[in-house]
């Protein structure tokens, strides 16, 4: 019998890219195949052949006994077909250029096959679109307990961690602009990017005011130099980590015109916003906070129908707002 595997491709942010690798592993983890994780040509890296997950996280044979494939050997692995969704059945040269409303078909594939708790015969399944919500919270926390950050990247974690948090209860404020770039679900949000910053700002007000047994330190993470601008003014003590932003309306931080040091400054913030004791999440519809979603006591997330209410979610109590 072939061996069977599910292959997840994503070229995104690390958020995009770590929830839909929790739907791919819950799936492989239910059918017996082998997961395989393939980054190449992420947005983080320059190098088209490379693949970015061993160059971000620590490479390991397997996630809870499901096999894993995840260094460079991905460019000369052979996938048996046939292959599932059916576009990929298509002799290689015709595969290069996907249009969005393929990826959006398979999305739906894969959609309908995860929740239909079935198989199909296909030897490889390709998870090429994003899966957010397509898994349950026990796989995407069974994913950030398996993979973790190179060393030396979790050494720049701990050590901002042991200077600036160490002593606080801290507020962690992230804040997805998009800075020119189409921000697709969060752009209702931003309909009024005067009221979002006012948005953001009266949470952070309110958060402050809730009880807390330490000291307070609020932390703001953002790919917008402007916005950091504007919340900094609003709160001159604010603490963020030092990074490069790119120019005014042109584009995403998760981009390779950044280099290696893009991606590294992108999972520094986002696992301090994992150990901070409240997070507000601007958009909540942004999965780089979903790490934080599943980990932090208190989260602050927005009624996008209501503007002027917070929706604050307390781990150990239902849901209140204010």
Not at 42 to 61: H, K
Not at 120 to 139: F, S
Not at 141 to 161: C, G, L, M, N, T
Not at 176 to 183: A, F, S, W
Request: net charge negative; proline share 7%.
């Amino acid at each position: 019998m072939n061996e069977r595997y599910v292959l997840s491709r994503r070229r995104t942010g690390f958020g995009d890219c770590l929830w839909s690798l929790a739907a791919a592993w819950r799936y492989a983890q239910r059918t017996g195949r082998t997961l395989a994780v393939d980054w190449r040509g992420s947005c983080y890296l320059d190098q088209p052949f490379t693949n970015a997950f061993p160059v971000f996280f620590e490479p390991i044979n397997d996630i809870a006994g499901v096999p894993l494939i995840c260094d460079d050997q991905i460019n000369e692995f052979f996938f048996p077909g046939p292959f599932f969704p059916n576009w990929w059945n298509k002799p290689a040269i015709e595969c290069v250029y996907r249009p969005d409303g393929q990826v959006f078909r398979e999305r739906d594939e894969l959609d309908e096959l995860f929740q239909a708790q079935d198989d199909v015969e296909a030897n490889t399944v390709v998870c090429d679109a994003c899966l957010m919500w397509r898994c349950d919270e026990d796989a995407e926390r069974q994913i950030f307990r398996s993979i973790k950050p190179r060393p030396e990247i979790q050494a720049r974690i701990d050590a901002i961690y042991r200077k600036h948090f160490h002593g606080y209860n801290t507020i962690g404020v992230h804040v997805r602009h998009g800075n020119g770039e189409d921000v697709m679900d969060h752009a209702p949000y931003w309909a009024d990017p005067d009221l979002a910053v006012r948005q953001v700002c009266t949470a952070i007000d309110a958060a402050k005011a809730l009880p807390h047994p330490k000291p307070v330190r609020v932390i703001l993470c953002t790919d917008s130099a402007q916005v950091l601008d504007q919340v900094s003014s609003r709160f001159p003590d604010l603490l963020t980590i030092p990074k490069s932003f790119r120019a005014h309306q042109s584009g995403p931080l998760h981009s390779a015109a950044l280099g290696v040091e893009g991606g590294i400054s992108a999972l520094v913030e986002m696992y301090l916003l994992a150990l901070c004791d409240t997070v507000i999440r601007f958009p909540p519809t942004s999965a780089f906070t979903r790490y934080a979603r599943l980990s932090v006591s208190r989260v602050i997330e927005f009624d996008l129908n209501d503007p002027s209410r917070l929706i604050v979610i307390e781990r150990s109590s239902t849901n209140t707002s204010f």
